[in-house]
């Protein structure tokens, strides 16, 4: 008779992203991780190798699950209610939205770096999301490069006003001012760029892995 698994890899996951949104980064150990599951420490590590893998597809399965909310709207050379679509995903997957846009990658990994499978798969998601902007583009070519409000440069500017809302639910963000967000938005996306690289180097470590 085969044995079915009372603890899965989603489990796990899905406890980490508490943890961090709750606590930060520091909060999520493997002890704690298990303890939150209700599982023994043994458990968790037959699952991941390290603390930085399991952060790894935590951050994997939040981002995955953002970029599939919207990278089907861009493909369509939709980029406005693409951006617009961050408020309801960020509403109906309150726990991924504060574990993946209040932290960074080069927070969660300041110590360790994640390992092969799990950095591999962040470069194939991010490298999927850039198709979905180069695709939204090329449908939108008619729309001079530089009067393109909502390119993949511009992406952050909602985020401040999801964090105001994180805080504080019973204020919802003003979706009506992003358009002009979205076009001041170049400094500060260029800022977080600059300081990936004089934190993690060149190649994958710009993404925030050194």
């Known amino acids: 008779m085969v044995r079915t698994a009372r603890y899965s890899e989603e489990d ?3 406890a980490t992203m508490a943890l961090v949104g709750e606590g930060g980064p520091a909060a999520a150990t493997m002890q704690a991780i298990a ?5 023994p420490t043994g458990s968790i590590y037959h699952r991941f190798e390290s603390r930085a ?3 790894g597809a935590a951050w994997n399965a939040a981002y995955g699950s953002f970029t599939r909310a919207l990278a089907p709207l861009l493909h369509e ?3 406005r209610d693409a951006a617009l679509a961050i408020l309801p995903w960020s509403r109906e997957n309150g726990h991924r939205a504060r574990f993946l846009l209040l932290h960074e990658p080069v927070t969660l990994f300041e110590d360790t770096p994640p390992p092969a499978p799990q950095r591999l798969e962040l470069e194939r998601l991010e490298e999927a999301f850039d198709g979905a902007f180069r695709a939204c583009l090329a449908v939108r070519r008619g ?3 530089g009067r393109m409000p909502f390119a993949r440069r511009n992406w952050p500017a909602p985020i401040p006003d999801l ?7 019973s ?12 076009r001041r938005a170049d400094d500060r996306r260029a800022a977080c760029r600059n300081a990936r690289r004089r934190h ?3 190649g994958p470590a710009a993404r925030g892995f050194a």
């Open 12 to 14: 796990f996951i899905e």
């Open 35 to 39: 303890r939150r599951v209700g599982a």
């Open 53 to 55: 893998a399991v952060l």
């Open 77 to 79: 050379g939709r980029p």
């Open 143 to 145: 729309t001079p490069k």
């Open 163 to 169: 964090r105001r809302a994180d805080r504080d639910p």
């Open 171 to 182: 204020s919802p963000p003003d979706a009506g001012r992003h358009a002009a967000a979205f």
């Open 200 to 202: 993690a180097g060149q």
